[in-house]
């Protein structure tokens, strides 16, 4: 499992990249994003499991530290966000700020699943007037890594 010190040094990196992206003057590389989205994922939930809910302290409290950083860094690539402003291709950018708001929502809430999918709601996010979604709720599986289903949703938002 990567260390979450790793996991940081390649969130930073994203954040610092983020108006590049969504600009569209820098593009993000899918296949390395859902890697770090999973292996992500894997550090939250063990955090979650052998920490959070047996209300046990670490051995190195840097861990703690680190693992709050981690989160700070999720929030600081997905931070609140209009999707309208999105000039990446594809929406590409729109496509991973979903992904990130819920894993990030998923870090901070204890009582969400630990299942490897990450639901992206419709209702938290800008609609335009005439958009027609069907939808009450899209599922990114972190082991399957398809974002046809979020591309799809990011374009009815547009």
Same mark, same amino acid.
């Given at each position: ?8 040094? #390649?969130? $930073? %990196? /994203?954040?610092?990249? &983020?108006? @590049? ?12 994003? @859902?890697?770090?989205? &999973?292996?992500? *994922? ?5 955090? #979650?499991?052998? /920490?959070?809910? &047996? ?16 989160? !700070?860094?999720?929030?600081? /690539? ?7 402003? $999105? &000039?990446?291709?594809?929406?590409? *950018? !729109? ?5 990130? $708001?819920?894993? %990030? ?9 630990? !299942? ?8 938290? /996010? !800008?609609?335009?007037?005439? @958009?027609?979604?069907? %939808? $009450?709720? *899209? ?15 990011? %374009? @009815?938002?547009?």
């Amino acid at each position: 499992m990567e260390r979450i010190k790793d996991l940081n040094e #390649k969130w $930073d %990196k /994203y954040v610092e990249n &983020k108006n @590049a992206y969504s600009s569209g003057n820098e593009e993000i590389l899918l296949n390395d994003f @859902a890697e770090l989205v &999973k292996n992500t *994922f894997e550090v939250i939930t063990n955090v #979650k499991m052998n /920490y959070i809910e &047996k209300q046990v302290m670490p051995e190195n409290t840097w861990n703690v530290h680190s693992y709050l950083e981690l989160i !700070s860094l999720l929030s600081e /690539y997905a931070p609140n966000y209009d999707i309208f402003e $999105d &000039k990446s291709r594809d929406l590409v *950018f !729109s496509v991973t700020y979903m992904i990130v $708001d819920s894993l %990030k929502f998923y870090a901070t809430y204890p009582d969400v699943t630990i !299942s490897g999918l990450l639901w992206i709601y419709p209702e938290y /996010y !800008s609609l335009r007037e005439d @958009a027609h979604i069907d %939808k $009450d709720e *899209f599922i990114y599986d972190i082991y399957d890594a398809d974002f046809s289903e979020l591309f799809e949703f990011a %374009k @009815a938002l547009l």
